[in-house]
């Protein structure tokens, strides 16, 4: 078998072998590596994990349980579970009504007060804007009206996002920073009565948070995690330092995940310690906001590297318990990460106007550039493109309000797919613009021409691919949930861990699983014609989803059944498997929505986008057993040992100066305090 026919020679059901799959039966508990952070001079790089400890992080940190259905996990298993997502869900009347009040005001304020080239040339979000939202309520756009927030459904809330980064989206990814990832929905989900009475009101107000997990040597690997929360009478005292806060430099409530050490504390408790999420006040004494970071774009994103030197947080500031830091993390952006793709679908509503309008009006050839046809396919994609994202945001915006639905996968597709294609559409409006894309709004006003920034906007959206979990990570982390019933009834067969009874017990559960679900696979409603005739023309759309479900399904069984446990190491696959599910899932939404809608313009963009989502689709599936991934593998290795250097002849070599990552010490900051404070208007 070569590198580019890796499809197995065999697909005979071998329930024992299937199970063996990716991070199965690694459910341990987190590993005692806490106290690697509890010397003060310690550095980031002194925390040594090693990979099955890092595993275990993060399996301990995964909701394992689906109290809800899910129509993402469905879809992964190959059962299309239409009833999931129709009828297109309605808004609650009392929050549509409030919700398009702010809207109605929220535009008014974006048009008439925000300047965002101005943003992009101080590189500052101005205080009067500040102070502006807080007026709005924009700030507590997410907080319950109980608290002196504005209670928006995420529907709302999302667009009420779009609507502010269609202004700047530095202000897109303030508001979501402080709101989706920031103290007021941790504390929501997880806080104590008190503890809400305490801060919400106050962030409701206009006083701005911030998110503090990652640190210089700590991204995607949280195991590694070096700042420390030392237990001592009354609360805890926290050391270290952390890197790419959003909102930093201008917080005044921080939650910052740390280390606490197992064990006995200063304060003669035993504790369980483990990651632990903390609300921090920000000008609490110790702390040190010691520079701005700046960034390709986003350039009004106030984004710091923070210092903590013995900084106090009294014991109620713990948000849940301790350990559960990386829980609380993972299941506030369950519905956090819905507000990165309303940024994207605002993106994808700029581009499709400066396409339109362009194109119609530049004339290359005789024609309009829009009539060509290398142009016209750029615009066709844009168009469809931002109908389909759009229906997946709204969708699963909407199910999370209706909170019936577990949409973990679902926000986590709409992430990844949304910050891929809103680059791509970016991108190609680029190339329609021409010279004219490449150069800055200011350069272009400067000649008397529209200041149409599209270079912004390119910039401005490549951190999407990283934000909230890099694309890679994204495809891992679905992939993990997608597999899940598999792991559940088989991961004990291949955890080094379990004793000969625990593997016959899951043989005995896998034989039987699969004995009653691989003949579902066989055939189904997308065979049948005229099944789901219910969608008129966009009936053979959803017979397509439903036949390429079932097929994604067998071919992530025949994945397992190939490379058992060493499956989670197959990230190509695994990223693939994840972007097929992605593209069905936008193709239900916007057959869903086109058929709820009865808008003739609707159903056209709905059926172009499953057209082209369809080749996507049928290219993806070819590639999971047509590819070179080992032999990339391989090859990449040989690149990073240095053997093709020579390639690298001819040009001036990069700077050698610096560490690739900086190391830090814990200890007292030595430099000066940069943080900004909004004065009250």
């Known amino acids: 078998m ?4 890796a499809r197995p020679d065999s697909i005979t059901p071998d329930p024992a072998k299937a199970g063996e799959t990716a991070k199965a ?36 940190a995964r909701e394992a349980d689906w109290r809800k259905p899910s129509f993402g996990k469905q879809l992964f298993l190959g059962r299309l579970r239409m009833d999931l997502v129709e009828p297109w869900p309605t808004p609650d009347p009392e929050q549509e009504a409030d919700g398009e009040a702010f809207l109605a005001k929220l535009g008014a304020f974006t048009k008439d007060h925000i300047d965002g080239a101005q943003i992009e040339r101080d590189a500052r979000i101005p205080d009067d804007v500040f102070q502006g939202l807080a007026e709005l309520g924009a700030f507590g756009m997410k907080i319950d009206k109980s608290y002196g927030g504005l209670g928006l459904s995420n529907l709302y809330y999302c667009r009420a996002l779009a609507m502010a980064g269609s202004g700047s ?34 962030l409701a107000g206009g006083e701005v948070s911030a998110f503090l997990l990652t640190e210089a040597d ?38 910052v995940m740390a280390q606490v050490p197992k064990g006995p504390g200063e304060d003669g408790a035993d504790h369980r310690g483990g990651i632990t999420a903390f609300v921090v006040e920000g000008d609490s004494p110790g702390i040190t906001v010691e520079r701005r970071n700046a960034f390709m774009g986003l350039r009004g994103l106030e984004n710091s590297v923070t210092r903590f030197h013995d900084v106090f947080i009294p014991a109620d500031h713990v948000i849940g318990r301790e ?14 990460r819905l507000s990165l793709p309303a940024m994207c679908v605002a993106a994808g509503k700029s581009c499709l106007a400066i396409a339109r309008a362009w194109s119609a009006e530049r004339v290359q050839w005789g024609l309009p550039v829009g009539r060509h046809e290398a142009v016209a396919k750029k615009i066709a994609f844009i168009a469809a493109t931002t109908y389909g994202l759009e229906s997946m945001l709204d969708l699963c915006c909407m199910l999370a309000d209706d909170d019936r639905n577990d949409i973990r996968i679902e926000a986590a597709l709409v992430k990844l797919y949304g ?63 997608a597999v899940d019933q598999h792991l559940s009834v088989a991961g004990d067969i291949i955890d080094p861990d379990a004793d000969l009874g625990r593997k016959a017990k899951a043989g005995a559960a896998a034989a039987g699983f699969y004995g009653r679900w691989l003949p579902t696979l066989a055939a189904g409603k997308g065979q049948i014609k005229g099944g789901f005739g219910e969608y008129g023309t966009l009936a053979t759309h959803v017979r397509f989803v ?37 593209e069905l899932f936008a193709m239900t939404a916007a057959c869903v929505r086109a058929s709820a809608e009865r808008r003739p313009e609707g159903t056209e963009l709905a059926d172009l986008f499953c057209r082209q989502a369809r080749l996507r689709v049928r290219t993806l599936f070819d590639d999971l057993w047509r590819n070179t991934d080992d032999r990339d593998v391989a090859f990449a290795r040989k690149v990073t040992e240095g053997r093709y250097a020579f390639v690298e002849e001819g040009v001036v070599p990069p700077p050698t100066d610096g560490e690739w990552v900086a190391p830090w010490q814990q200890g007292e900051s030595t430099a000066t305090d940069v943080r900004r404070r909004i004065p009250p208007r």
């Open 2 to 5: 070569t590198a580019t026919d």
């Open 25 to 60: 039966g690694e459910t341990g508990k987190v590993p005692e590596t806490a106290n690697a952070g509890e010397n003060a001079t310690a550095s980031a790089s002194a925390t040594h994990v090693d990979e099955k400890q890092a595993r275990q992080v993060a399996e301990a």
């Open 169 to 202: 989206p530095s202000l897109g990814a303030l508001l979501s920073a402080h709101q989706s990832i920031g103290v007021p929905q941790p504390l929501k989900l997880f806080g104590t009565d008190e503890q809400k009475k305490t801060f919400l009101p106050r």
């Open 218 to 255: 700590v991204g995607s690997d949280p195991a590694r995690l070096s700042t420390t929360a030392t237990p001592v009478d009354g609360g805890y005292r926290l050391n270290g330092v952390k890197l790419w806060a959003t909102n930093g430099t201008v917080a005044t409530l921080l939650v």
């Open 323 to 336: 350990g559960q830091g990386l829980k609380i993390a993972l299941t506030t952006l369950n519905t956090g």
């Open 419 to 481: 910050s891929e294609m809103a680059w791509k559409m970016a991108d190609e409006l680029l190339q329609i613009r021409g010279g004219r894309g490449y150069e800055t709004a200011d350069s272009l006003a400067a000649r008397g021409e529209k200041a149409i920034g599209v270079e912004q906007i390119l910039r401005d959206l490549r951190i999407n691919r990283i934000f909230e979990g890099s694309t890679e990570i994204m495809h891992l982390l679905i992939a993990r949930e």
């Open 546 to 582: 439903e036949r390429a479900s079932r097929r994604l399904a067998r071919e992530t069984f025949y994945g397992m059944a190939r490379w058992r446990g060493k499956m989670e190491r197959k990230q190509a696959f695994l990223g693939r498997i994840v972007d097929i599910g992605a």
